[in-house]
């Protein structure tokens, strides 16, 4: 059996697009292995599910579901049974029966962390100075520039609805764990892997190490894409 028998499947967060796993997407095609970014469109967390659904769906293959930040509530609601395995990159993992916002806001948001409320589309945006602060600090200038001309804003219908069974709790799962993330807090990143009994990479990175530091999502997810294949 080789790589080519899974892909991954690549979800990104709130305030991102399939840009952020660009670094991803070469370091995994390097190594033999197809990925597909699916594109979530932030609107409610049924939307959401179908978007990742549809993705898995023309998939080749086994799948290894990778969420980032609020995708990992994300993947883990994935109905197909293509999904192996998942992979949370400083990702949220409600249980059943809680929302996102809840598990966000378990811990005391750090100082930098900005306020996030809707505008008057009832949508949520990051303030521009959020990316050098709290969503990629150890990105370049050009790049948190970029960032911050594709965000796509969140509606709090995708934070604000309780869960159902999370996948999690039937397939093998793995967390990176952003040390440095002033977004998602270390702390609650543990809480939420502990919990789920994830196999747990801790390093020193920020909230989107997709783009600030893609050799660990690589790795954690050639873990994965390894053990699926058996």
Known sequence: MSTKDVTVVLAHGAWADGLSWAKVIDGLRAL??????????????????????RAVERAPGDVVAVGHAYAGAVVAGASSDKVKALVYVAALAPDEGETVAEVFYRAKAHP???????????????????????????????????????????????????????????????????????????????????????????????HTPSVTAPGPVVDIIMEAVRAVRG
Not at 46 to 51: E, N, S
């Open 112 to 206: 930098k962390a900005p306020k996030l409320l809707p505008d008057a589309h009832g949508l949520i945006y990051l303030p521009d100075d959020a990316f050098s602060d709290v969503f990629a600090p150890n990105a370049s200038a050009n790049e948190q520039d970029v960032l911050r001309a594709v965000q796509r804003p969140i509606s709090p219908a995708c934070i604000t609805v309780k869960v159902e069974r999370p996948r999690w709790k039937d397939v093998p799962s793995w967390f990176l764990l952003a040390e440095e993330d002033h977004m998602i807090l270390a702390e609650t990143q543990r809480f939420m892997a502990d919990r789920m009994r994830a196999t747990t990479r801790s390093h020193s990175v920020d």
């Open 32 to 53: 033999g292995v197809t990925s597909i970014s699916a594109a979530l469109p932030l609107t409610t967390r049924a939307d959401d599910l179908d978007a990742i659904n």
